[in-house]
């Protein structure tokens, strides 16, 4: 059993950013576990650009993000393991892990950074009928082909879902020389950024079906069409509606899901809202010495705000493990799951708001402001975002537009929250029209 201060899981740019957090915040015994054979996750297959314009000020592709982390950790001479594949992990901070040159590996941690990121949402997920044929993918399988591999996937695709990666893709697969037949979108409106709408679909006249779904699937061998219906209010396919677009490959984007599994064998709590780990606004977990950041915590917009985030999280835990060094009790734990501690003041979502992160504030508040992040529930304009806490208004904020597609932001001076109990924070949207 090795024993090491900080062990971050995953190797993406949450992970990296926040082990050079930690580092610089003064832990310098950590470990990053990826179970890939390189770092920087999926942002080794974005040749786009539109990355880093937030965190480096300059417009970048995914693969130039990442190594600027990259060269972080090993500027710094963080250690990191690839081909590593975390196996278990329990309450205690104990991780059982699994290389090929090690074979078994076991590791106590001081303090753990979850960072692995999130998965596609697939046709299975999506119970799409048909037949199982070559030619239904995901998107960053599409991603991989092309920008990795050199494979062009299809040449008549058809795009399941509107959010950001699958807009990207429809603009090269055209670029490639493929024809984009369509974007189907169960939703009235984008998931995407109105940026990615107007130079990735308006741009190349992509012709968009919105509140319409793939019905079915055709095609033994290979794909030869898809059948494309209507939705009613719930998002279930209206008979009669349906139409056939011929085309040779389904490229499916329609969300993503946070890779909790490990989360959750350690016992720790996950929202029913954001499908990640319940956490306090020092991204701590209701299970002490448990960080989560990034896609694992909360599926973000950008990957500016997910290294963002997670440099807080590397902080965070690099204080944790410090104050334990030195006999200072830096414990959030709630004790129970069902039942979060009296210390705590909740956050929840009011009019308009999806759900939030954190969920959970300390009273005894040590940071000069706290951070809550959310996705409005529909596109409105000219609309005012609060927060209320006991029927009084402790921050607004003034927005043009927002869409689902983008995430809203609310830095809330400490000094505004109250401390008395039942005194929980509910976020809302107020005014604007759809």
Same mark, same amino acid.
């Given at each position: 059993?090795?024993?090491?201060?900080?062990?971050?899981?995953?190797?993406?740019?949450?992970?990296?950013?926040?082990?050079?957090?930690?580092?610089?915040?003064?832990?310098?015994?950590?470990?990053?576990?990826?179970?890939?054979?390189?770092?920087?996750?999926?942002?080794?297959?974005?040749?786009?650009?539109?990355?880093?314009?937030?965190?480096?000020?300059?417009?970048?592709?995914?693969?130039?993000?990442?190594?600027?982390?990259?060269?972080?950790?090993?500027?710094?001479?963080?250690?990191? %393991?690839?081909?590593? /594949? $975390?196996? +278990?992990?329990? #309450?205690?901070?104990?991780?059982?892990? =699994?290389? *090929?040159?090690? !074979?078994?590996?076991?590791?106590?941690?001081?303090?753990?950074?979850?960072?692995?990121?999130?998965?596609?949402?697939?046709?299975?997920?999506?119970?799409?009928?048909?037949?199982?044929?070559?030619?239904?993918?995901?998107?960053?399988?599409?991603?991989?082909?092309?920008?990795?591999?050199?494979?062009?996937?299809?040449?008549?695709?058809?795009?399941?879902?509107?959010?950001?990666?699958?807009?990207? %893709?429809?603009?090269? /697969? $055209?670029? +490639?020389?493929? #024809?984009?037949?369509?974007?189907?979108? =169960?939703? *009235?409106?984008? !998931?995407?950024?109105?940026?990615?709408?107007?130079?990735?679909?308006?741009?190349?006249?992509?012709?968009?079906?919105?509140?319409?779904?793939?019905?079915?699937?055709?095609?033994?061998?290979?794909?030869?069409?898809?059948?494309?219906?209507?939705?009613?209010?719930?998002?279930?396919?209206?008979?009669?509606?349906?139409?056939?677009?011929?085309?040779?490959?389904?490229?499916?984007?329609?969300?993503?899901?946070?890779?909790?599994?490990?989360? +959750?064998?350690?016992?720790?709590?996950?929202?029913?809202?954001?499908?990640?780990?319940?956490?306090?606004?020092?991204?701590?977990?209701?299970?002490?010495?448990?960080?989560?950041?990034?896609?694992?915590?909360?599926?973000?917009?950008?990957?500016?705000?997910?290294?963002?985030?997670?440099?807080?999280?590397?902080?965070?835990?690099?204080?944790?493990?410090?104050?334990?060094?030195?006999?200072?009790?830096?414990?959030?734990?709630?004790?129970?799951?069902?039942?979060?501690?009296?210390?705590?003041?909740?956050?929840?979502?009011?009019?308009?708001?999806?759900?939030?992160?954190?969920?959970?504030?300390?009273?005894?508040?040590?940071?000069?402001?706290?951070?809550?992040?959310?996705?409005?529930?529909?596109?409105?304009?000219?609309?005012?975002?609060?927060?209320?806490?006991?029927?009084?208004?402790?921050?607004?904020?003034?927005?043009?537009?927002?869409?689902?597609?983008?995430?809203?932001?609310?830095?809330?001076?400490?000094?505004?929250?109250?401390?008395?109990?039942?005194?929980?924070?509910?976020?809302?949207?107020?005014?604007?029209?759809?």
């Amino acid at each position: 059993m090795r024993n090491i201060d900080l062990v971050v899981i995953g190797g993406g740019a949450a992970g990296m950013a926040a082990a050079v957090s930690a580092y610089k915040a003064g832990v310098k015994d950590i470990l990053i576990i990826e179970r890939n054979g390189y770092l920087g996750g999926v942002l080794r297959q974005c040749i786009h650009n539109g990355f880093g314009l937030h965190r480096f000020r300059e417009d970048l592709t995914g693969v130039e993000f990442a190594d600027r982390y990259c060269s972080m950790v090993e500027e710094l001479q963080i250690p990191y %393991m690839l081909n590593t /594949f $975390v196996i +278990e992990m329990n #309450e205690n901070r104990e991780i059982t892990a =699994v290389n *090929p040159d090690e !074979g078994l590996v076991q590791i106590k941690a001081k303090a753990i950074v979850l960072a692995m990121g999130c998965r596609e949402r697939t046709r299975n997920n999506l119970l799409i009928p048909g037949p199982r044929g070559a030619g239904i993918i995901t998107a960053g399988t599409a991603q991989r082909y092309l920008n990795i591999n050199g494979y062009l996937p299809g040449k008549k695709v058809v795009i399941l879902g509107s959010g950001d990666i699958g807009l990207i %893709m429809a603009r090269q /697969f $055209v670029l +490639e020389g493929a #024809e984009v037949e369509a974007v189907v979108e =169960v939703m *009235p409106y984008s !998931g995407g950024l109105p940026r990615n709408m107007k130079q990735c679909i308006e741009d190349f006249n992509i012709p968009v079906y919105y509140n319409s779904t793939v019905s079915e699937i055709r095609g033994k061998e290979r794909v030869s069409s898809v059948m494309v219906s209507k939705v009613d209010a719930d998002r279930r396919p209206v008979p009669g509606t349906e139409f056939e677009i011929p085309c040779d490959t389904l490229m499916i984007s329609a969300g993503l899901i946070p890779e909790n599994e490990l989360t +959750e064998q350690a016992g720790i709590e996950i929202s029913a809202g954001t499908k990640g780990a319940v956490v306090t606004e020092d991204l701590q977990t209701v299970k002490e010495g448990f960080f989560a950041c990034g896609n694992v915590l909360h599926v973000h917009d950008l990957v500016d705000f997910v290294a963002s985030e997670a440099e807080e999280a590397g902080r965070f835990a690099a204080r944790y493990i410090m104050e334990k060094e030195h006999g200072v009790d830096a414990s959030c734990e709630s004790g129970t799951q069902s039942e979060p501690a009296a210390g705590y003041i909740h956050v929840k979502s009011g009019n308009g708001a999806g759900p939030a992160v954190p969920q959970l504030i300390n009273r005894n508040i040590r940071t000069d402001e706290v951070t809550v992040m959310f996705r409005p529930r529909d596109k409105y304009r000219d609309v005012t975002v609060k927060a209320e806490q006991n029927g009084t208004v402790i921050f607004t904020k003034k927005l043009v537009a927002v869409t689902p597609g983008e995430m809203i932001r609310l830095d809330i001076p400490a000094s505004e929250i109250g401390a008395s109990d039942g005194a929980d924070i509910v976020v809302s949207l107020e005014g604007g029209a759809n």
